[in-house]
C-alpha cells in the first residue's frame, strides 16, 4: 500500500514537472519569435538604401485583447538610410469600419493628445499601447498615419486589417 501512495505521488510530481516544462517552453518559443521579430527589424533599417534620414513605417502588429472592444497596437517607426537629423512629428491612428450600416472613421486618441501623439527619433522608435472602439462599431482596419513637424499632410500613410 505504502508503494502505491509513493508511486502515485511520484506521478504527480512527473506530470507537475512535466506541465512546468512544456509551459516555459511555450515562453521561450514566443520570446524567440519575438526576438525574430526584432532581428527582422534592425536588419531592415540596417541595410534600407534609400534616402538618408527618410521616415518608414518599419511594422505594424494589432491584436485583440480579452476585451472584444479593445486592441493592442506596436508600431515601429523607422529612419532609413545612413543617419540623419533627428524626425519629429505626430503619429495619428484611424480606425475605419461600420457603424449603423455606414462606413465611418473614428480617430484614436492617444497619450491624450487629440491632434496625434508626439514622436521624436533617430534610426527607430516603438510606439505602442492600448484603444478601444465603440461597442455600436465593426472595426474593419487602421489608418496608421506619420505626419512630420511643420507639415500638414502625412508623411507616411498605411491601412492595417484589424478583421479576425
Do not use: W
Amino acid at each position: 500500500m505504502a508503494q502505491l501512495a509513493m508511486s502515485e505521488r511520484h506521478l504527480q510530481v512527473e506530470r507537475a514537472t512535466r506541465s512546468n516544462a512544456m509551459k516555459e517552453m511555450a515562453l521561450l518559443q514566443e520570446e524567440i519569435m519575438r526576438l525574430k521579430e526584432d532581428v527582422a527589424f534592425y536588419k531592415g533599417i540596417l541595410t534600407e538604401r534609400s534616402a538618408a534620414g527618410v521616415p518608414k513605417i518599419q511594422g505594424v502588429k494589432i491584436t485583440r485583447t480579452m476585451n472584444p472592444l479593445e486592441y493592442r497596437y506596436e508600431i515601429n517607426l523607422a529612419q532609413t538610410g545612413p543617419e540623419g537629423k533627428p524626425i519629429r512629428g505626430s503619429l495619428h491612428l484611424t480606425v475605419q469600419g461600420l457603424q449603423d450600416g455606414k462606413n465611418v472613421s473614428r480617430d484614436i486618441v492617444l497619450d491624450g493628445e487629440q491632434a496625434g501623439m508626439m514622436v521624436n527619433f533617430k534610426k527607430y522608435r516603438r510606439v505602442d499601447g492600448l484603444f478601444s472602439i465603440p461597442e455600436s462599431l465593426q472595426a474593419r482596419s487602421l489608418l496608421v498615419e506619420f505626419v512630420e513637424a511643420g507639415d500638414t499632410r502625412p508623411r507616411l500613410s498605411q491601412t492595417f486589417s484589424l478583421s479576425d
